[in-house]
């Protein structure tokens, strides 16, 4: 089955700075990548997400890489604000199943 | 429009209880499942009901039972608890294979 590896576990990030989370993937087959942040006591929510035959995708402050051929793909938080301190998740999706890393759970220092 | 629900929002149980955790959505999607996330491991597919009338294991199965009880319902069986079913189970839904939306899950404590 997939296995997705993300990185790091923990990021702490100056308000204003830039946060960098990257996930590796093994399945091939995989077309699908989305991205959801999760606050305390409460679900995932999607924030972002990107389809095997895309580069790259910006969405404001927030912007997800994707390299096929290195399966692995990466998400990008500009100009970080407090609001931003969650746990974030990669998945990537093969059928209907949805594969998650770890999580990285991000710190925005005022 | 009231999205995923999941009822209780709290559990505690003794090993060996049985209880079933239940999950409505409202947004007529084909697709519901339910996940496990444990500190440290993410999310982990559990069970997945891709629509109506069907039901499959996904990565976590062993333990647990569901059942498609209609388009909108999708409810997840412990038979039996034990110390390791200690998590919080998370139910989603999707139109097919897209964006799945998290309802805000069911904190289960086993003892």
């Known amino acids: ?110 | 429009n009231a999205g995923v629900t999941q009822t209780p929002k709290f559990q505690v149980l003794k090993t060996g209880q049985s209880m079933t955790l239940q999950c409505a959505q409202d947004m007529n999607h084909n697709s519901m499942y339910w996940y496990r996330q444990d500190p440290g491991m993410g999310l982990r597919l559990i069970y997945y009901s891709a629509s109506e009338g069907t039901t499959d294991k996904g990565e976590v199965p062993n333990g647990y039972n569901v059942s498609r009880l209609n388009k909108r319902e999708f409810s997840l069986r412990l038979e039996s608890a034990a110390p390791s079913q200690t998590s919080v189970y998370f139910c989603a839904s999707s139109e097919a294979v897209g964006e799945q939306y998290f309802g805000p899950g069911t904190r289960l404590t086993v003892t």
């Open chain 1, 1 to 110: 089955g997939e296995n997705v590896e993300q990185h790091p576990s923990t990021l702490s990030v100056q308000e204003g700075d830039s946060a960098v989370i990257k996930c590796t993937y093994s399945d091939s087959a995989s077309n699908y990548f989305p991205w959801y942040k999760q606050e305390l006591g409460k679900g995932p929510q999607l924030i972002i997400d990107i389809r095997s035959n895309v580069g790259e995708k910006k969405d404001q402050r927030i912007a997800v890489t994707l390299n096929k051929t290195a399966k692995h793909f990466s998400l990008h938080i500009t100009e970080t604000q407090p609001e931003d301190s969650a746990v974030y998740f990669c998945a990537a999706r093969s059928g209907y199943k949805l594969s998650f890393g770890a999580g990285t759970t991000v710190t925005v220092r005022a």
